[in-house]
């Protein structure tokens, strides 16, 4: 059993930068790959970022492509999402995720956080 917990959330200006961590604790957390996803008002859950367990591979959703970057540190146990020139439409409520197996679909995966909710305002 793996427990996540988001931190990091926040209100930013249009163009500012947040940096989400995922402290991850229980299980074999290293075996896990880990994902970032995110949640509007009104909208589905969708993928943001995910990264393998040994950050071989990383995958970004086109909306957030060059302007986010996810990363891991396994000695910490802890995934980040770096957050640059957010935009308006970036708010939401961010969840980490883990699961043994390598997919961008939310409903693949076992273990979820509580959410830390990111605003950008105009």
């Known amino acids: 059993q793996v427990q996540l917990v988001e931190s990091g959330g926040g209100l930013v200006q249009t163009g500012g930068s947040l940096r989400l961590s995922c402290a991850a604790s229980?299980?074999?957390?290293?075996?896990?790959?880990m994902g970032w996803f995110r949640q509007a008002p009104g909208k589905e859950r969708e993928f943001v970022a995910r990264i393998s367990k040994a950050s071989i591979s990383i995958d970004y959703a086109d909306s957030v492509k060059g302007r986010f970057t996810i990363s891991r540190d396994n000695a910490k146990n802890t995934v980040y999402l770096l957050m640059n020139s957010l935009k308006p439409e970036d708010t939401a409520v961010y969840y980490c995720a883990a699961d043994l197996r390598w997919t961008p679909d939310p409903d693949e995966y076992d273990y979820w956080g509580q959410g830390t909710q990111v605003t950008v305002s105009v």
């Open positions: 229980g299980g074999s957390r290293s075996l896990y790959h």
